[in-house]
């Protein structure tokens, strides 16, 4: 089966049905603050209200129950610290099956402590020496379990891709929508859903400046491998976008962009004082995109999934201390304040003056051209 087949609305509607009265169906938020100050009707996927707290239980949930009765009864083993462990711990104990999470010995506590409490096995590893896929190859092998790849496998992405058809019945008509990229599941499922329901809708991802293997891919035209990541969004330290994720993003994206940890955490900020919740810094890409001026909603009705809310309270606490003292009303009522990435050392493919726009595949292959991603 070719990709195109293998990732389609119907495959995600499925998803939904499996979901259905299992995941919750998390709200969209409003801002007047944020649609004054970005021009536009802003609204904002809050995926922190997820079964345990992102937007990762969708696709979890959704592979497991899909398992055979004897893969089951075996187990599964899935490798990730971060939010994808965690969910594919918390997907396993409300399907009865066994979990082995690999985790890096050096992982956070609070992270180990959440997997391990929603019943999960841990098996550390030593990141300076092991590779964690290895380390879950080879369980896998010796004890006959199913791995639960974080982003690269289908009913993942169509798990991923609930939260579009959601946002689509629910915001109706949208001509925008950001996505955090780690390995592009989540942004594979939901452009696959949001450009089948609303044709038209742009939908743009969004990758740390110090993360942008899918920014530097695209514009390469083939998956590029970096040597180093180095951001606070943990859960977009990807290093290579996925195999499979790789090329629906090249035909369903708009654009990708980039944003820095500084405009990161202003989003995090943002969001806690505004808003009143609590967004990680990989959930928190997307509107720091709104924000800095990476992408320009101008008039657009835009949604912005804010995909996760599971960090730490010491380091919530310290990321937010280490912004410069301001207030709100110090802080420019427009976006652009915080710069995204610049032009130096910018990927082949850079077009539009140094503004950081791609015209994309879309475009390139002669598609239904996108509203332009900046103003
Ligand atoms: C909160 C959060 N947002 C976004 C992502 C990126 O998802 P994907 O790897 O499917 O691109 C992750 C991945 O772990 C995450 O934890």
Redesign the pocket.
């Given at each position: 089966m070719s990709e195109q087949a293998a990732l389609t609305l119907d495959r995600i509607r499925a998803a939904a049905d499996r979901l259905a009265g299992i995941a919750h169906r998390t709200p969209l938020l409003t801002s007047a603050t944020l649609d004054a100050r970005c021009g536009a009707r802003v609204c904002l996927k809050a995926?922190p209200f997820q079964r345990g707290g992102?937007?990762?239980f969708r696709g979890a949930y959704n592979r497991l129950s899909l398992l055979s009765a004897d893969e089951r009864a075996r187990g599964v083993v899935a490798y990730?610290s971060?939010?994808?462990g965690a969910a594919v711990a918390l997907a396993s104990s409300v399907l009865g099956v066994h979990a082995v999470v690999v985790v890096p010995e050096t992982g956070s506590p609070a992270k180990l402590a959440a997997i391990e409490g929603y019943g999960a096995e841990i098996r550390r590893y030593d990141p300076a020496r092991e590779r964690r896929e290895a380390v879950a190859a080879a369980l896998a092998e010796e004890r006959s379990l199913t791995v639960i790849a974080?982003?690269d496998d289908y009913d993942i992405m169509a798990g991923?891709g609930t939260l579009g058809l959601e946002l689509a019945e629910q915001a109706g008509e949208l001509d925008l929508v950001l996505v955090?990229?780690?390995?592009?599941?989540?942004?594979a499922g939901v452009a696959t859903a949001v450009t089948s329901l609303l044709p038209g809708t742009a939908v743009i991802g969004v990758e740390p400046a110090g993360a942008d293997d899918t920014y530097r891919s695209l514009r390469a035209g083939r998956r590029v491998s970096l040597e180093a990541v180095d951001t606070i969004a943990d859960?977009?330290r990807?290093s290579q976008p996925g195999e499979l994720?790789f090329p629906i993003n090249q035909r369903l994206l708009s654009d990708v962009v980039t944003v820095d940890d500084a405009a990161i955490i202003e989003a995090m900020w943002f969001c806690f004082s505004r808003l009143k919740v609590v967004v990680?810094p990989?959930?928190a890409v997307p509107l720091a995109a709104l924000l800095a001026g990476a992408v320009r909603a101008d008039g657009r009705r835009t949604a912005v999934v804010l995909?996760?809310g599971?960090i730490d309270p010491a380091d919530f606490a310290s990321l937010l201390h280490s912004l410069p003292r301001t207030t709100p009303s110090t802080i420019p009522n427009s976006p652009g304040r915080l710069q995204p990435r610049d032009a130096a050392g910018a990927p082949e493919g850079r077009s539009e003056g140094g503004t950081g726009r791609w015209v994309g595949p879309r475009g390139q292959a002669g598609n239904t051209a996108s509203p332009p991603a900046h103003g």
């Open positions: 995926e992102a937007f990762k990730s971060g939010n994808h974080p982003f991923q955090p990229v780690g390995g592009g599941g989540l942004a859960g977009l990807a994720t990680e990989s959930g995909s996760g599971n």
